[in-house]
C-alpha cells in the first residue's frame, strides 16, 4: 500500500514540476486552471469516485470469489506458502481493498478540493488542487493496473481449467 502511495505521490510532483515550468505567469496559469481545469477536474473525479465507491463491494467480493476461492488457487497458494510461510491466503484481496478505497478517497477528496480551495484565485491553491488531481490519476491508475493483474490470474485460471476439462 505504502509504494503506491509513493508513487502517487511522486507522479503529482512531477506533474506540478510539469506545471511550474510550463507557466511563464502564475497568474495566467491560475486563471487558465479557473477557466478551463476546475470545472471539469472536479465532474471527472467526482464521478470516477463515486462509480468506483458504489462498485468496490461488488469488485472486492468477486474477485475473492472467483479468484482466491477457487481450488486452483488454494493449490497454487500452498505451493508458495511453502516458500514463504507468512504469506496470507487472502491478502491480495485485502490489498486490493486498501488501495481501491484509497484510489477512492484520493478521487473524491480532490473533486471536492476542486470545488473549495480552487475557488481560491492564487497560486498555492492552483499547486494544491492540481497536486491532489495529479495524485487521484495516479492511484486510479495503480488500481487500473492492480485489477489487471486480478483479472489475468483469473484468465489463467480459467484458461487452466478449461484445458484440463477438454483433456489437453
Known sequence: MKR???FAALF???VMGLVICLSANSTEAVEFYGRNLRASLFTGLLTVGSFLLSLKVFIVVKFKETVFDTP???DRFKERRKIDPSLQHYAQVRNHSRVL???IASALFA???QVTVGL???VAALTFCVFAASFAAAM???TLLLIRVI???WLDQTEEKASEASGG
Open 72 to 74: 486452483a488457487y488454494r
Open 111 to 113: 473533486s471536492v478540493s
Open 151 to 153: 483479472i489475468a490470474e
Open 140 to 142: 486510479l491508475l495503480q
Open 120 to 122: 481560491v484565485a492564487h
Open 12 to 14: 503529482a510532483c512531477a
Open 4 to 6: 503506491f502511495m509513493v
Open 101 to 103: 478505497f484509497a484510489a
